[in-house]
Nanobody
Framework: QVQLVESGGGLVQPGGSLRLSCEAS????????MGWYRQAPGKQRDLVAR???????NYGDSVQGRFTISRDSAKKTLFLQMNSLKPEDTAVYYCTAVPRLGEPYWGQGTQVTVSS
């Protein structure tokens, strides 16, 4: 089992920045990848960014060049640095951890609102 707790969401003006954190606990040594997804009201949950155990990173098209995923393996913490935020980035952001076998784990989500 893996437990994930997100933090760092909030209200920010367009063009601003936020940094999300996701603290993982439990059987993290069996994880293949970790990442961030987001879901806006009435829309599907979409990939924002993910990083594999080997360090390979992938980003959603809409955030490429603005968001950066990183991790602190020693602290079992995943980060998402979000710059140049736009109103369309408003969503609940979820941390996910994908094991080598079985279903992914999800955090409870953190709200990000970009508005003036």
């Amino acid at each position: 089992q893996v437990q994930l707790v997100e933090s760092g969401g909030g209200l920010v003006q367009p063009g601003g920045s936020l940094r999300l954190s996701c603290e993982a606990s439990g059987s993290t040594s069996r994880l293949y990848s970790m990442g961030w997804y987001r879901q806006a009201p009435g829309k599907q949950r979409d990939l924002v960014a993910r990083i594999t155990r080997g360090g390979v990173k992938n980003y959603g098209d809409s955030v490429q060049g603005r968001f950066t995923i990183s991790r602190d393996s020693a602290k079992k913490t995943l980060f998402l640095q979000m710059n140049s935020l736009k109103p369309e980035d408003t969503a609940v952001y979820y941390c996910t951890a994908v094991p080598r076998l079985g279903e992914p784990y999800w955090g409870q989500g953190t709200q990000v609102t970009v508005s003036s």
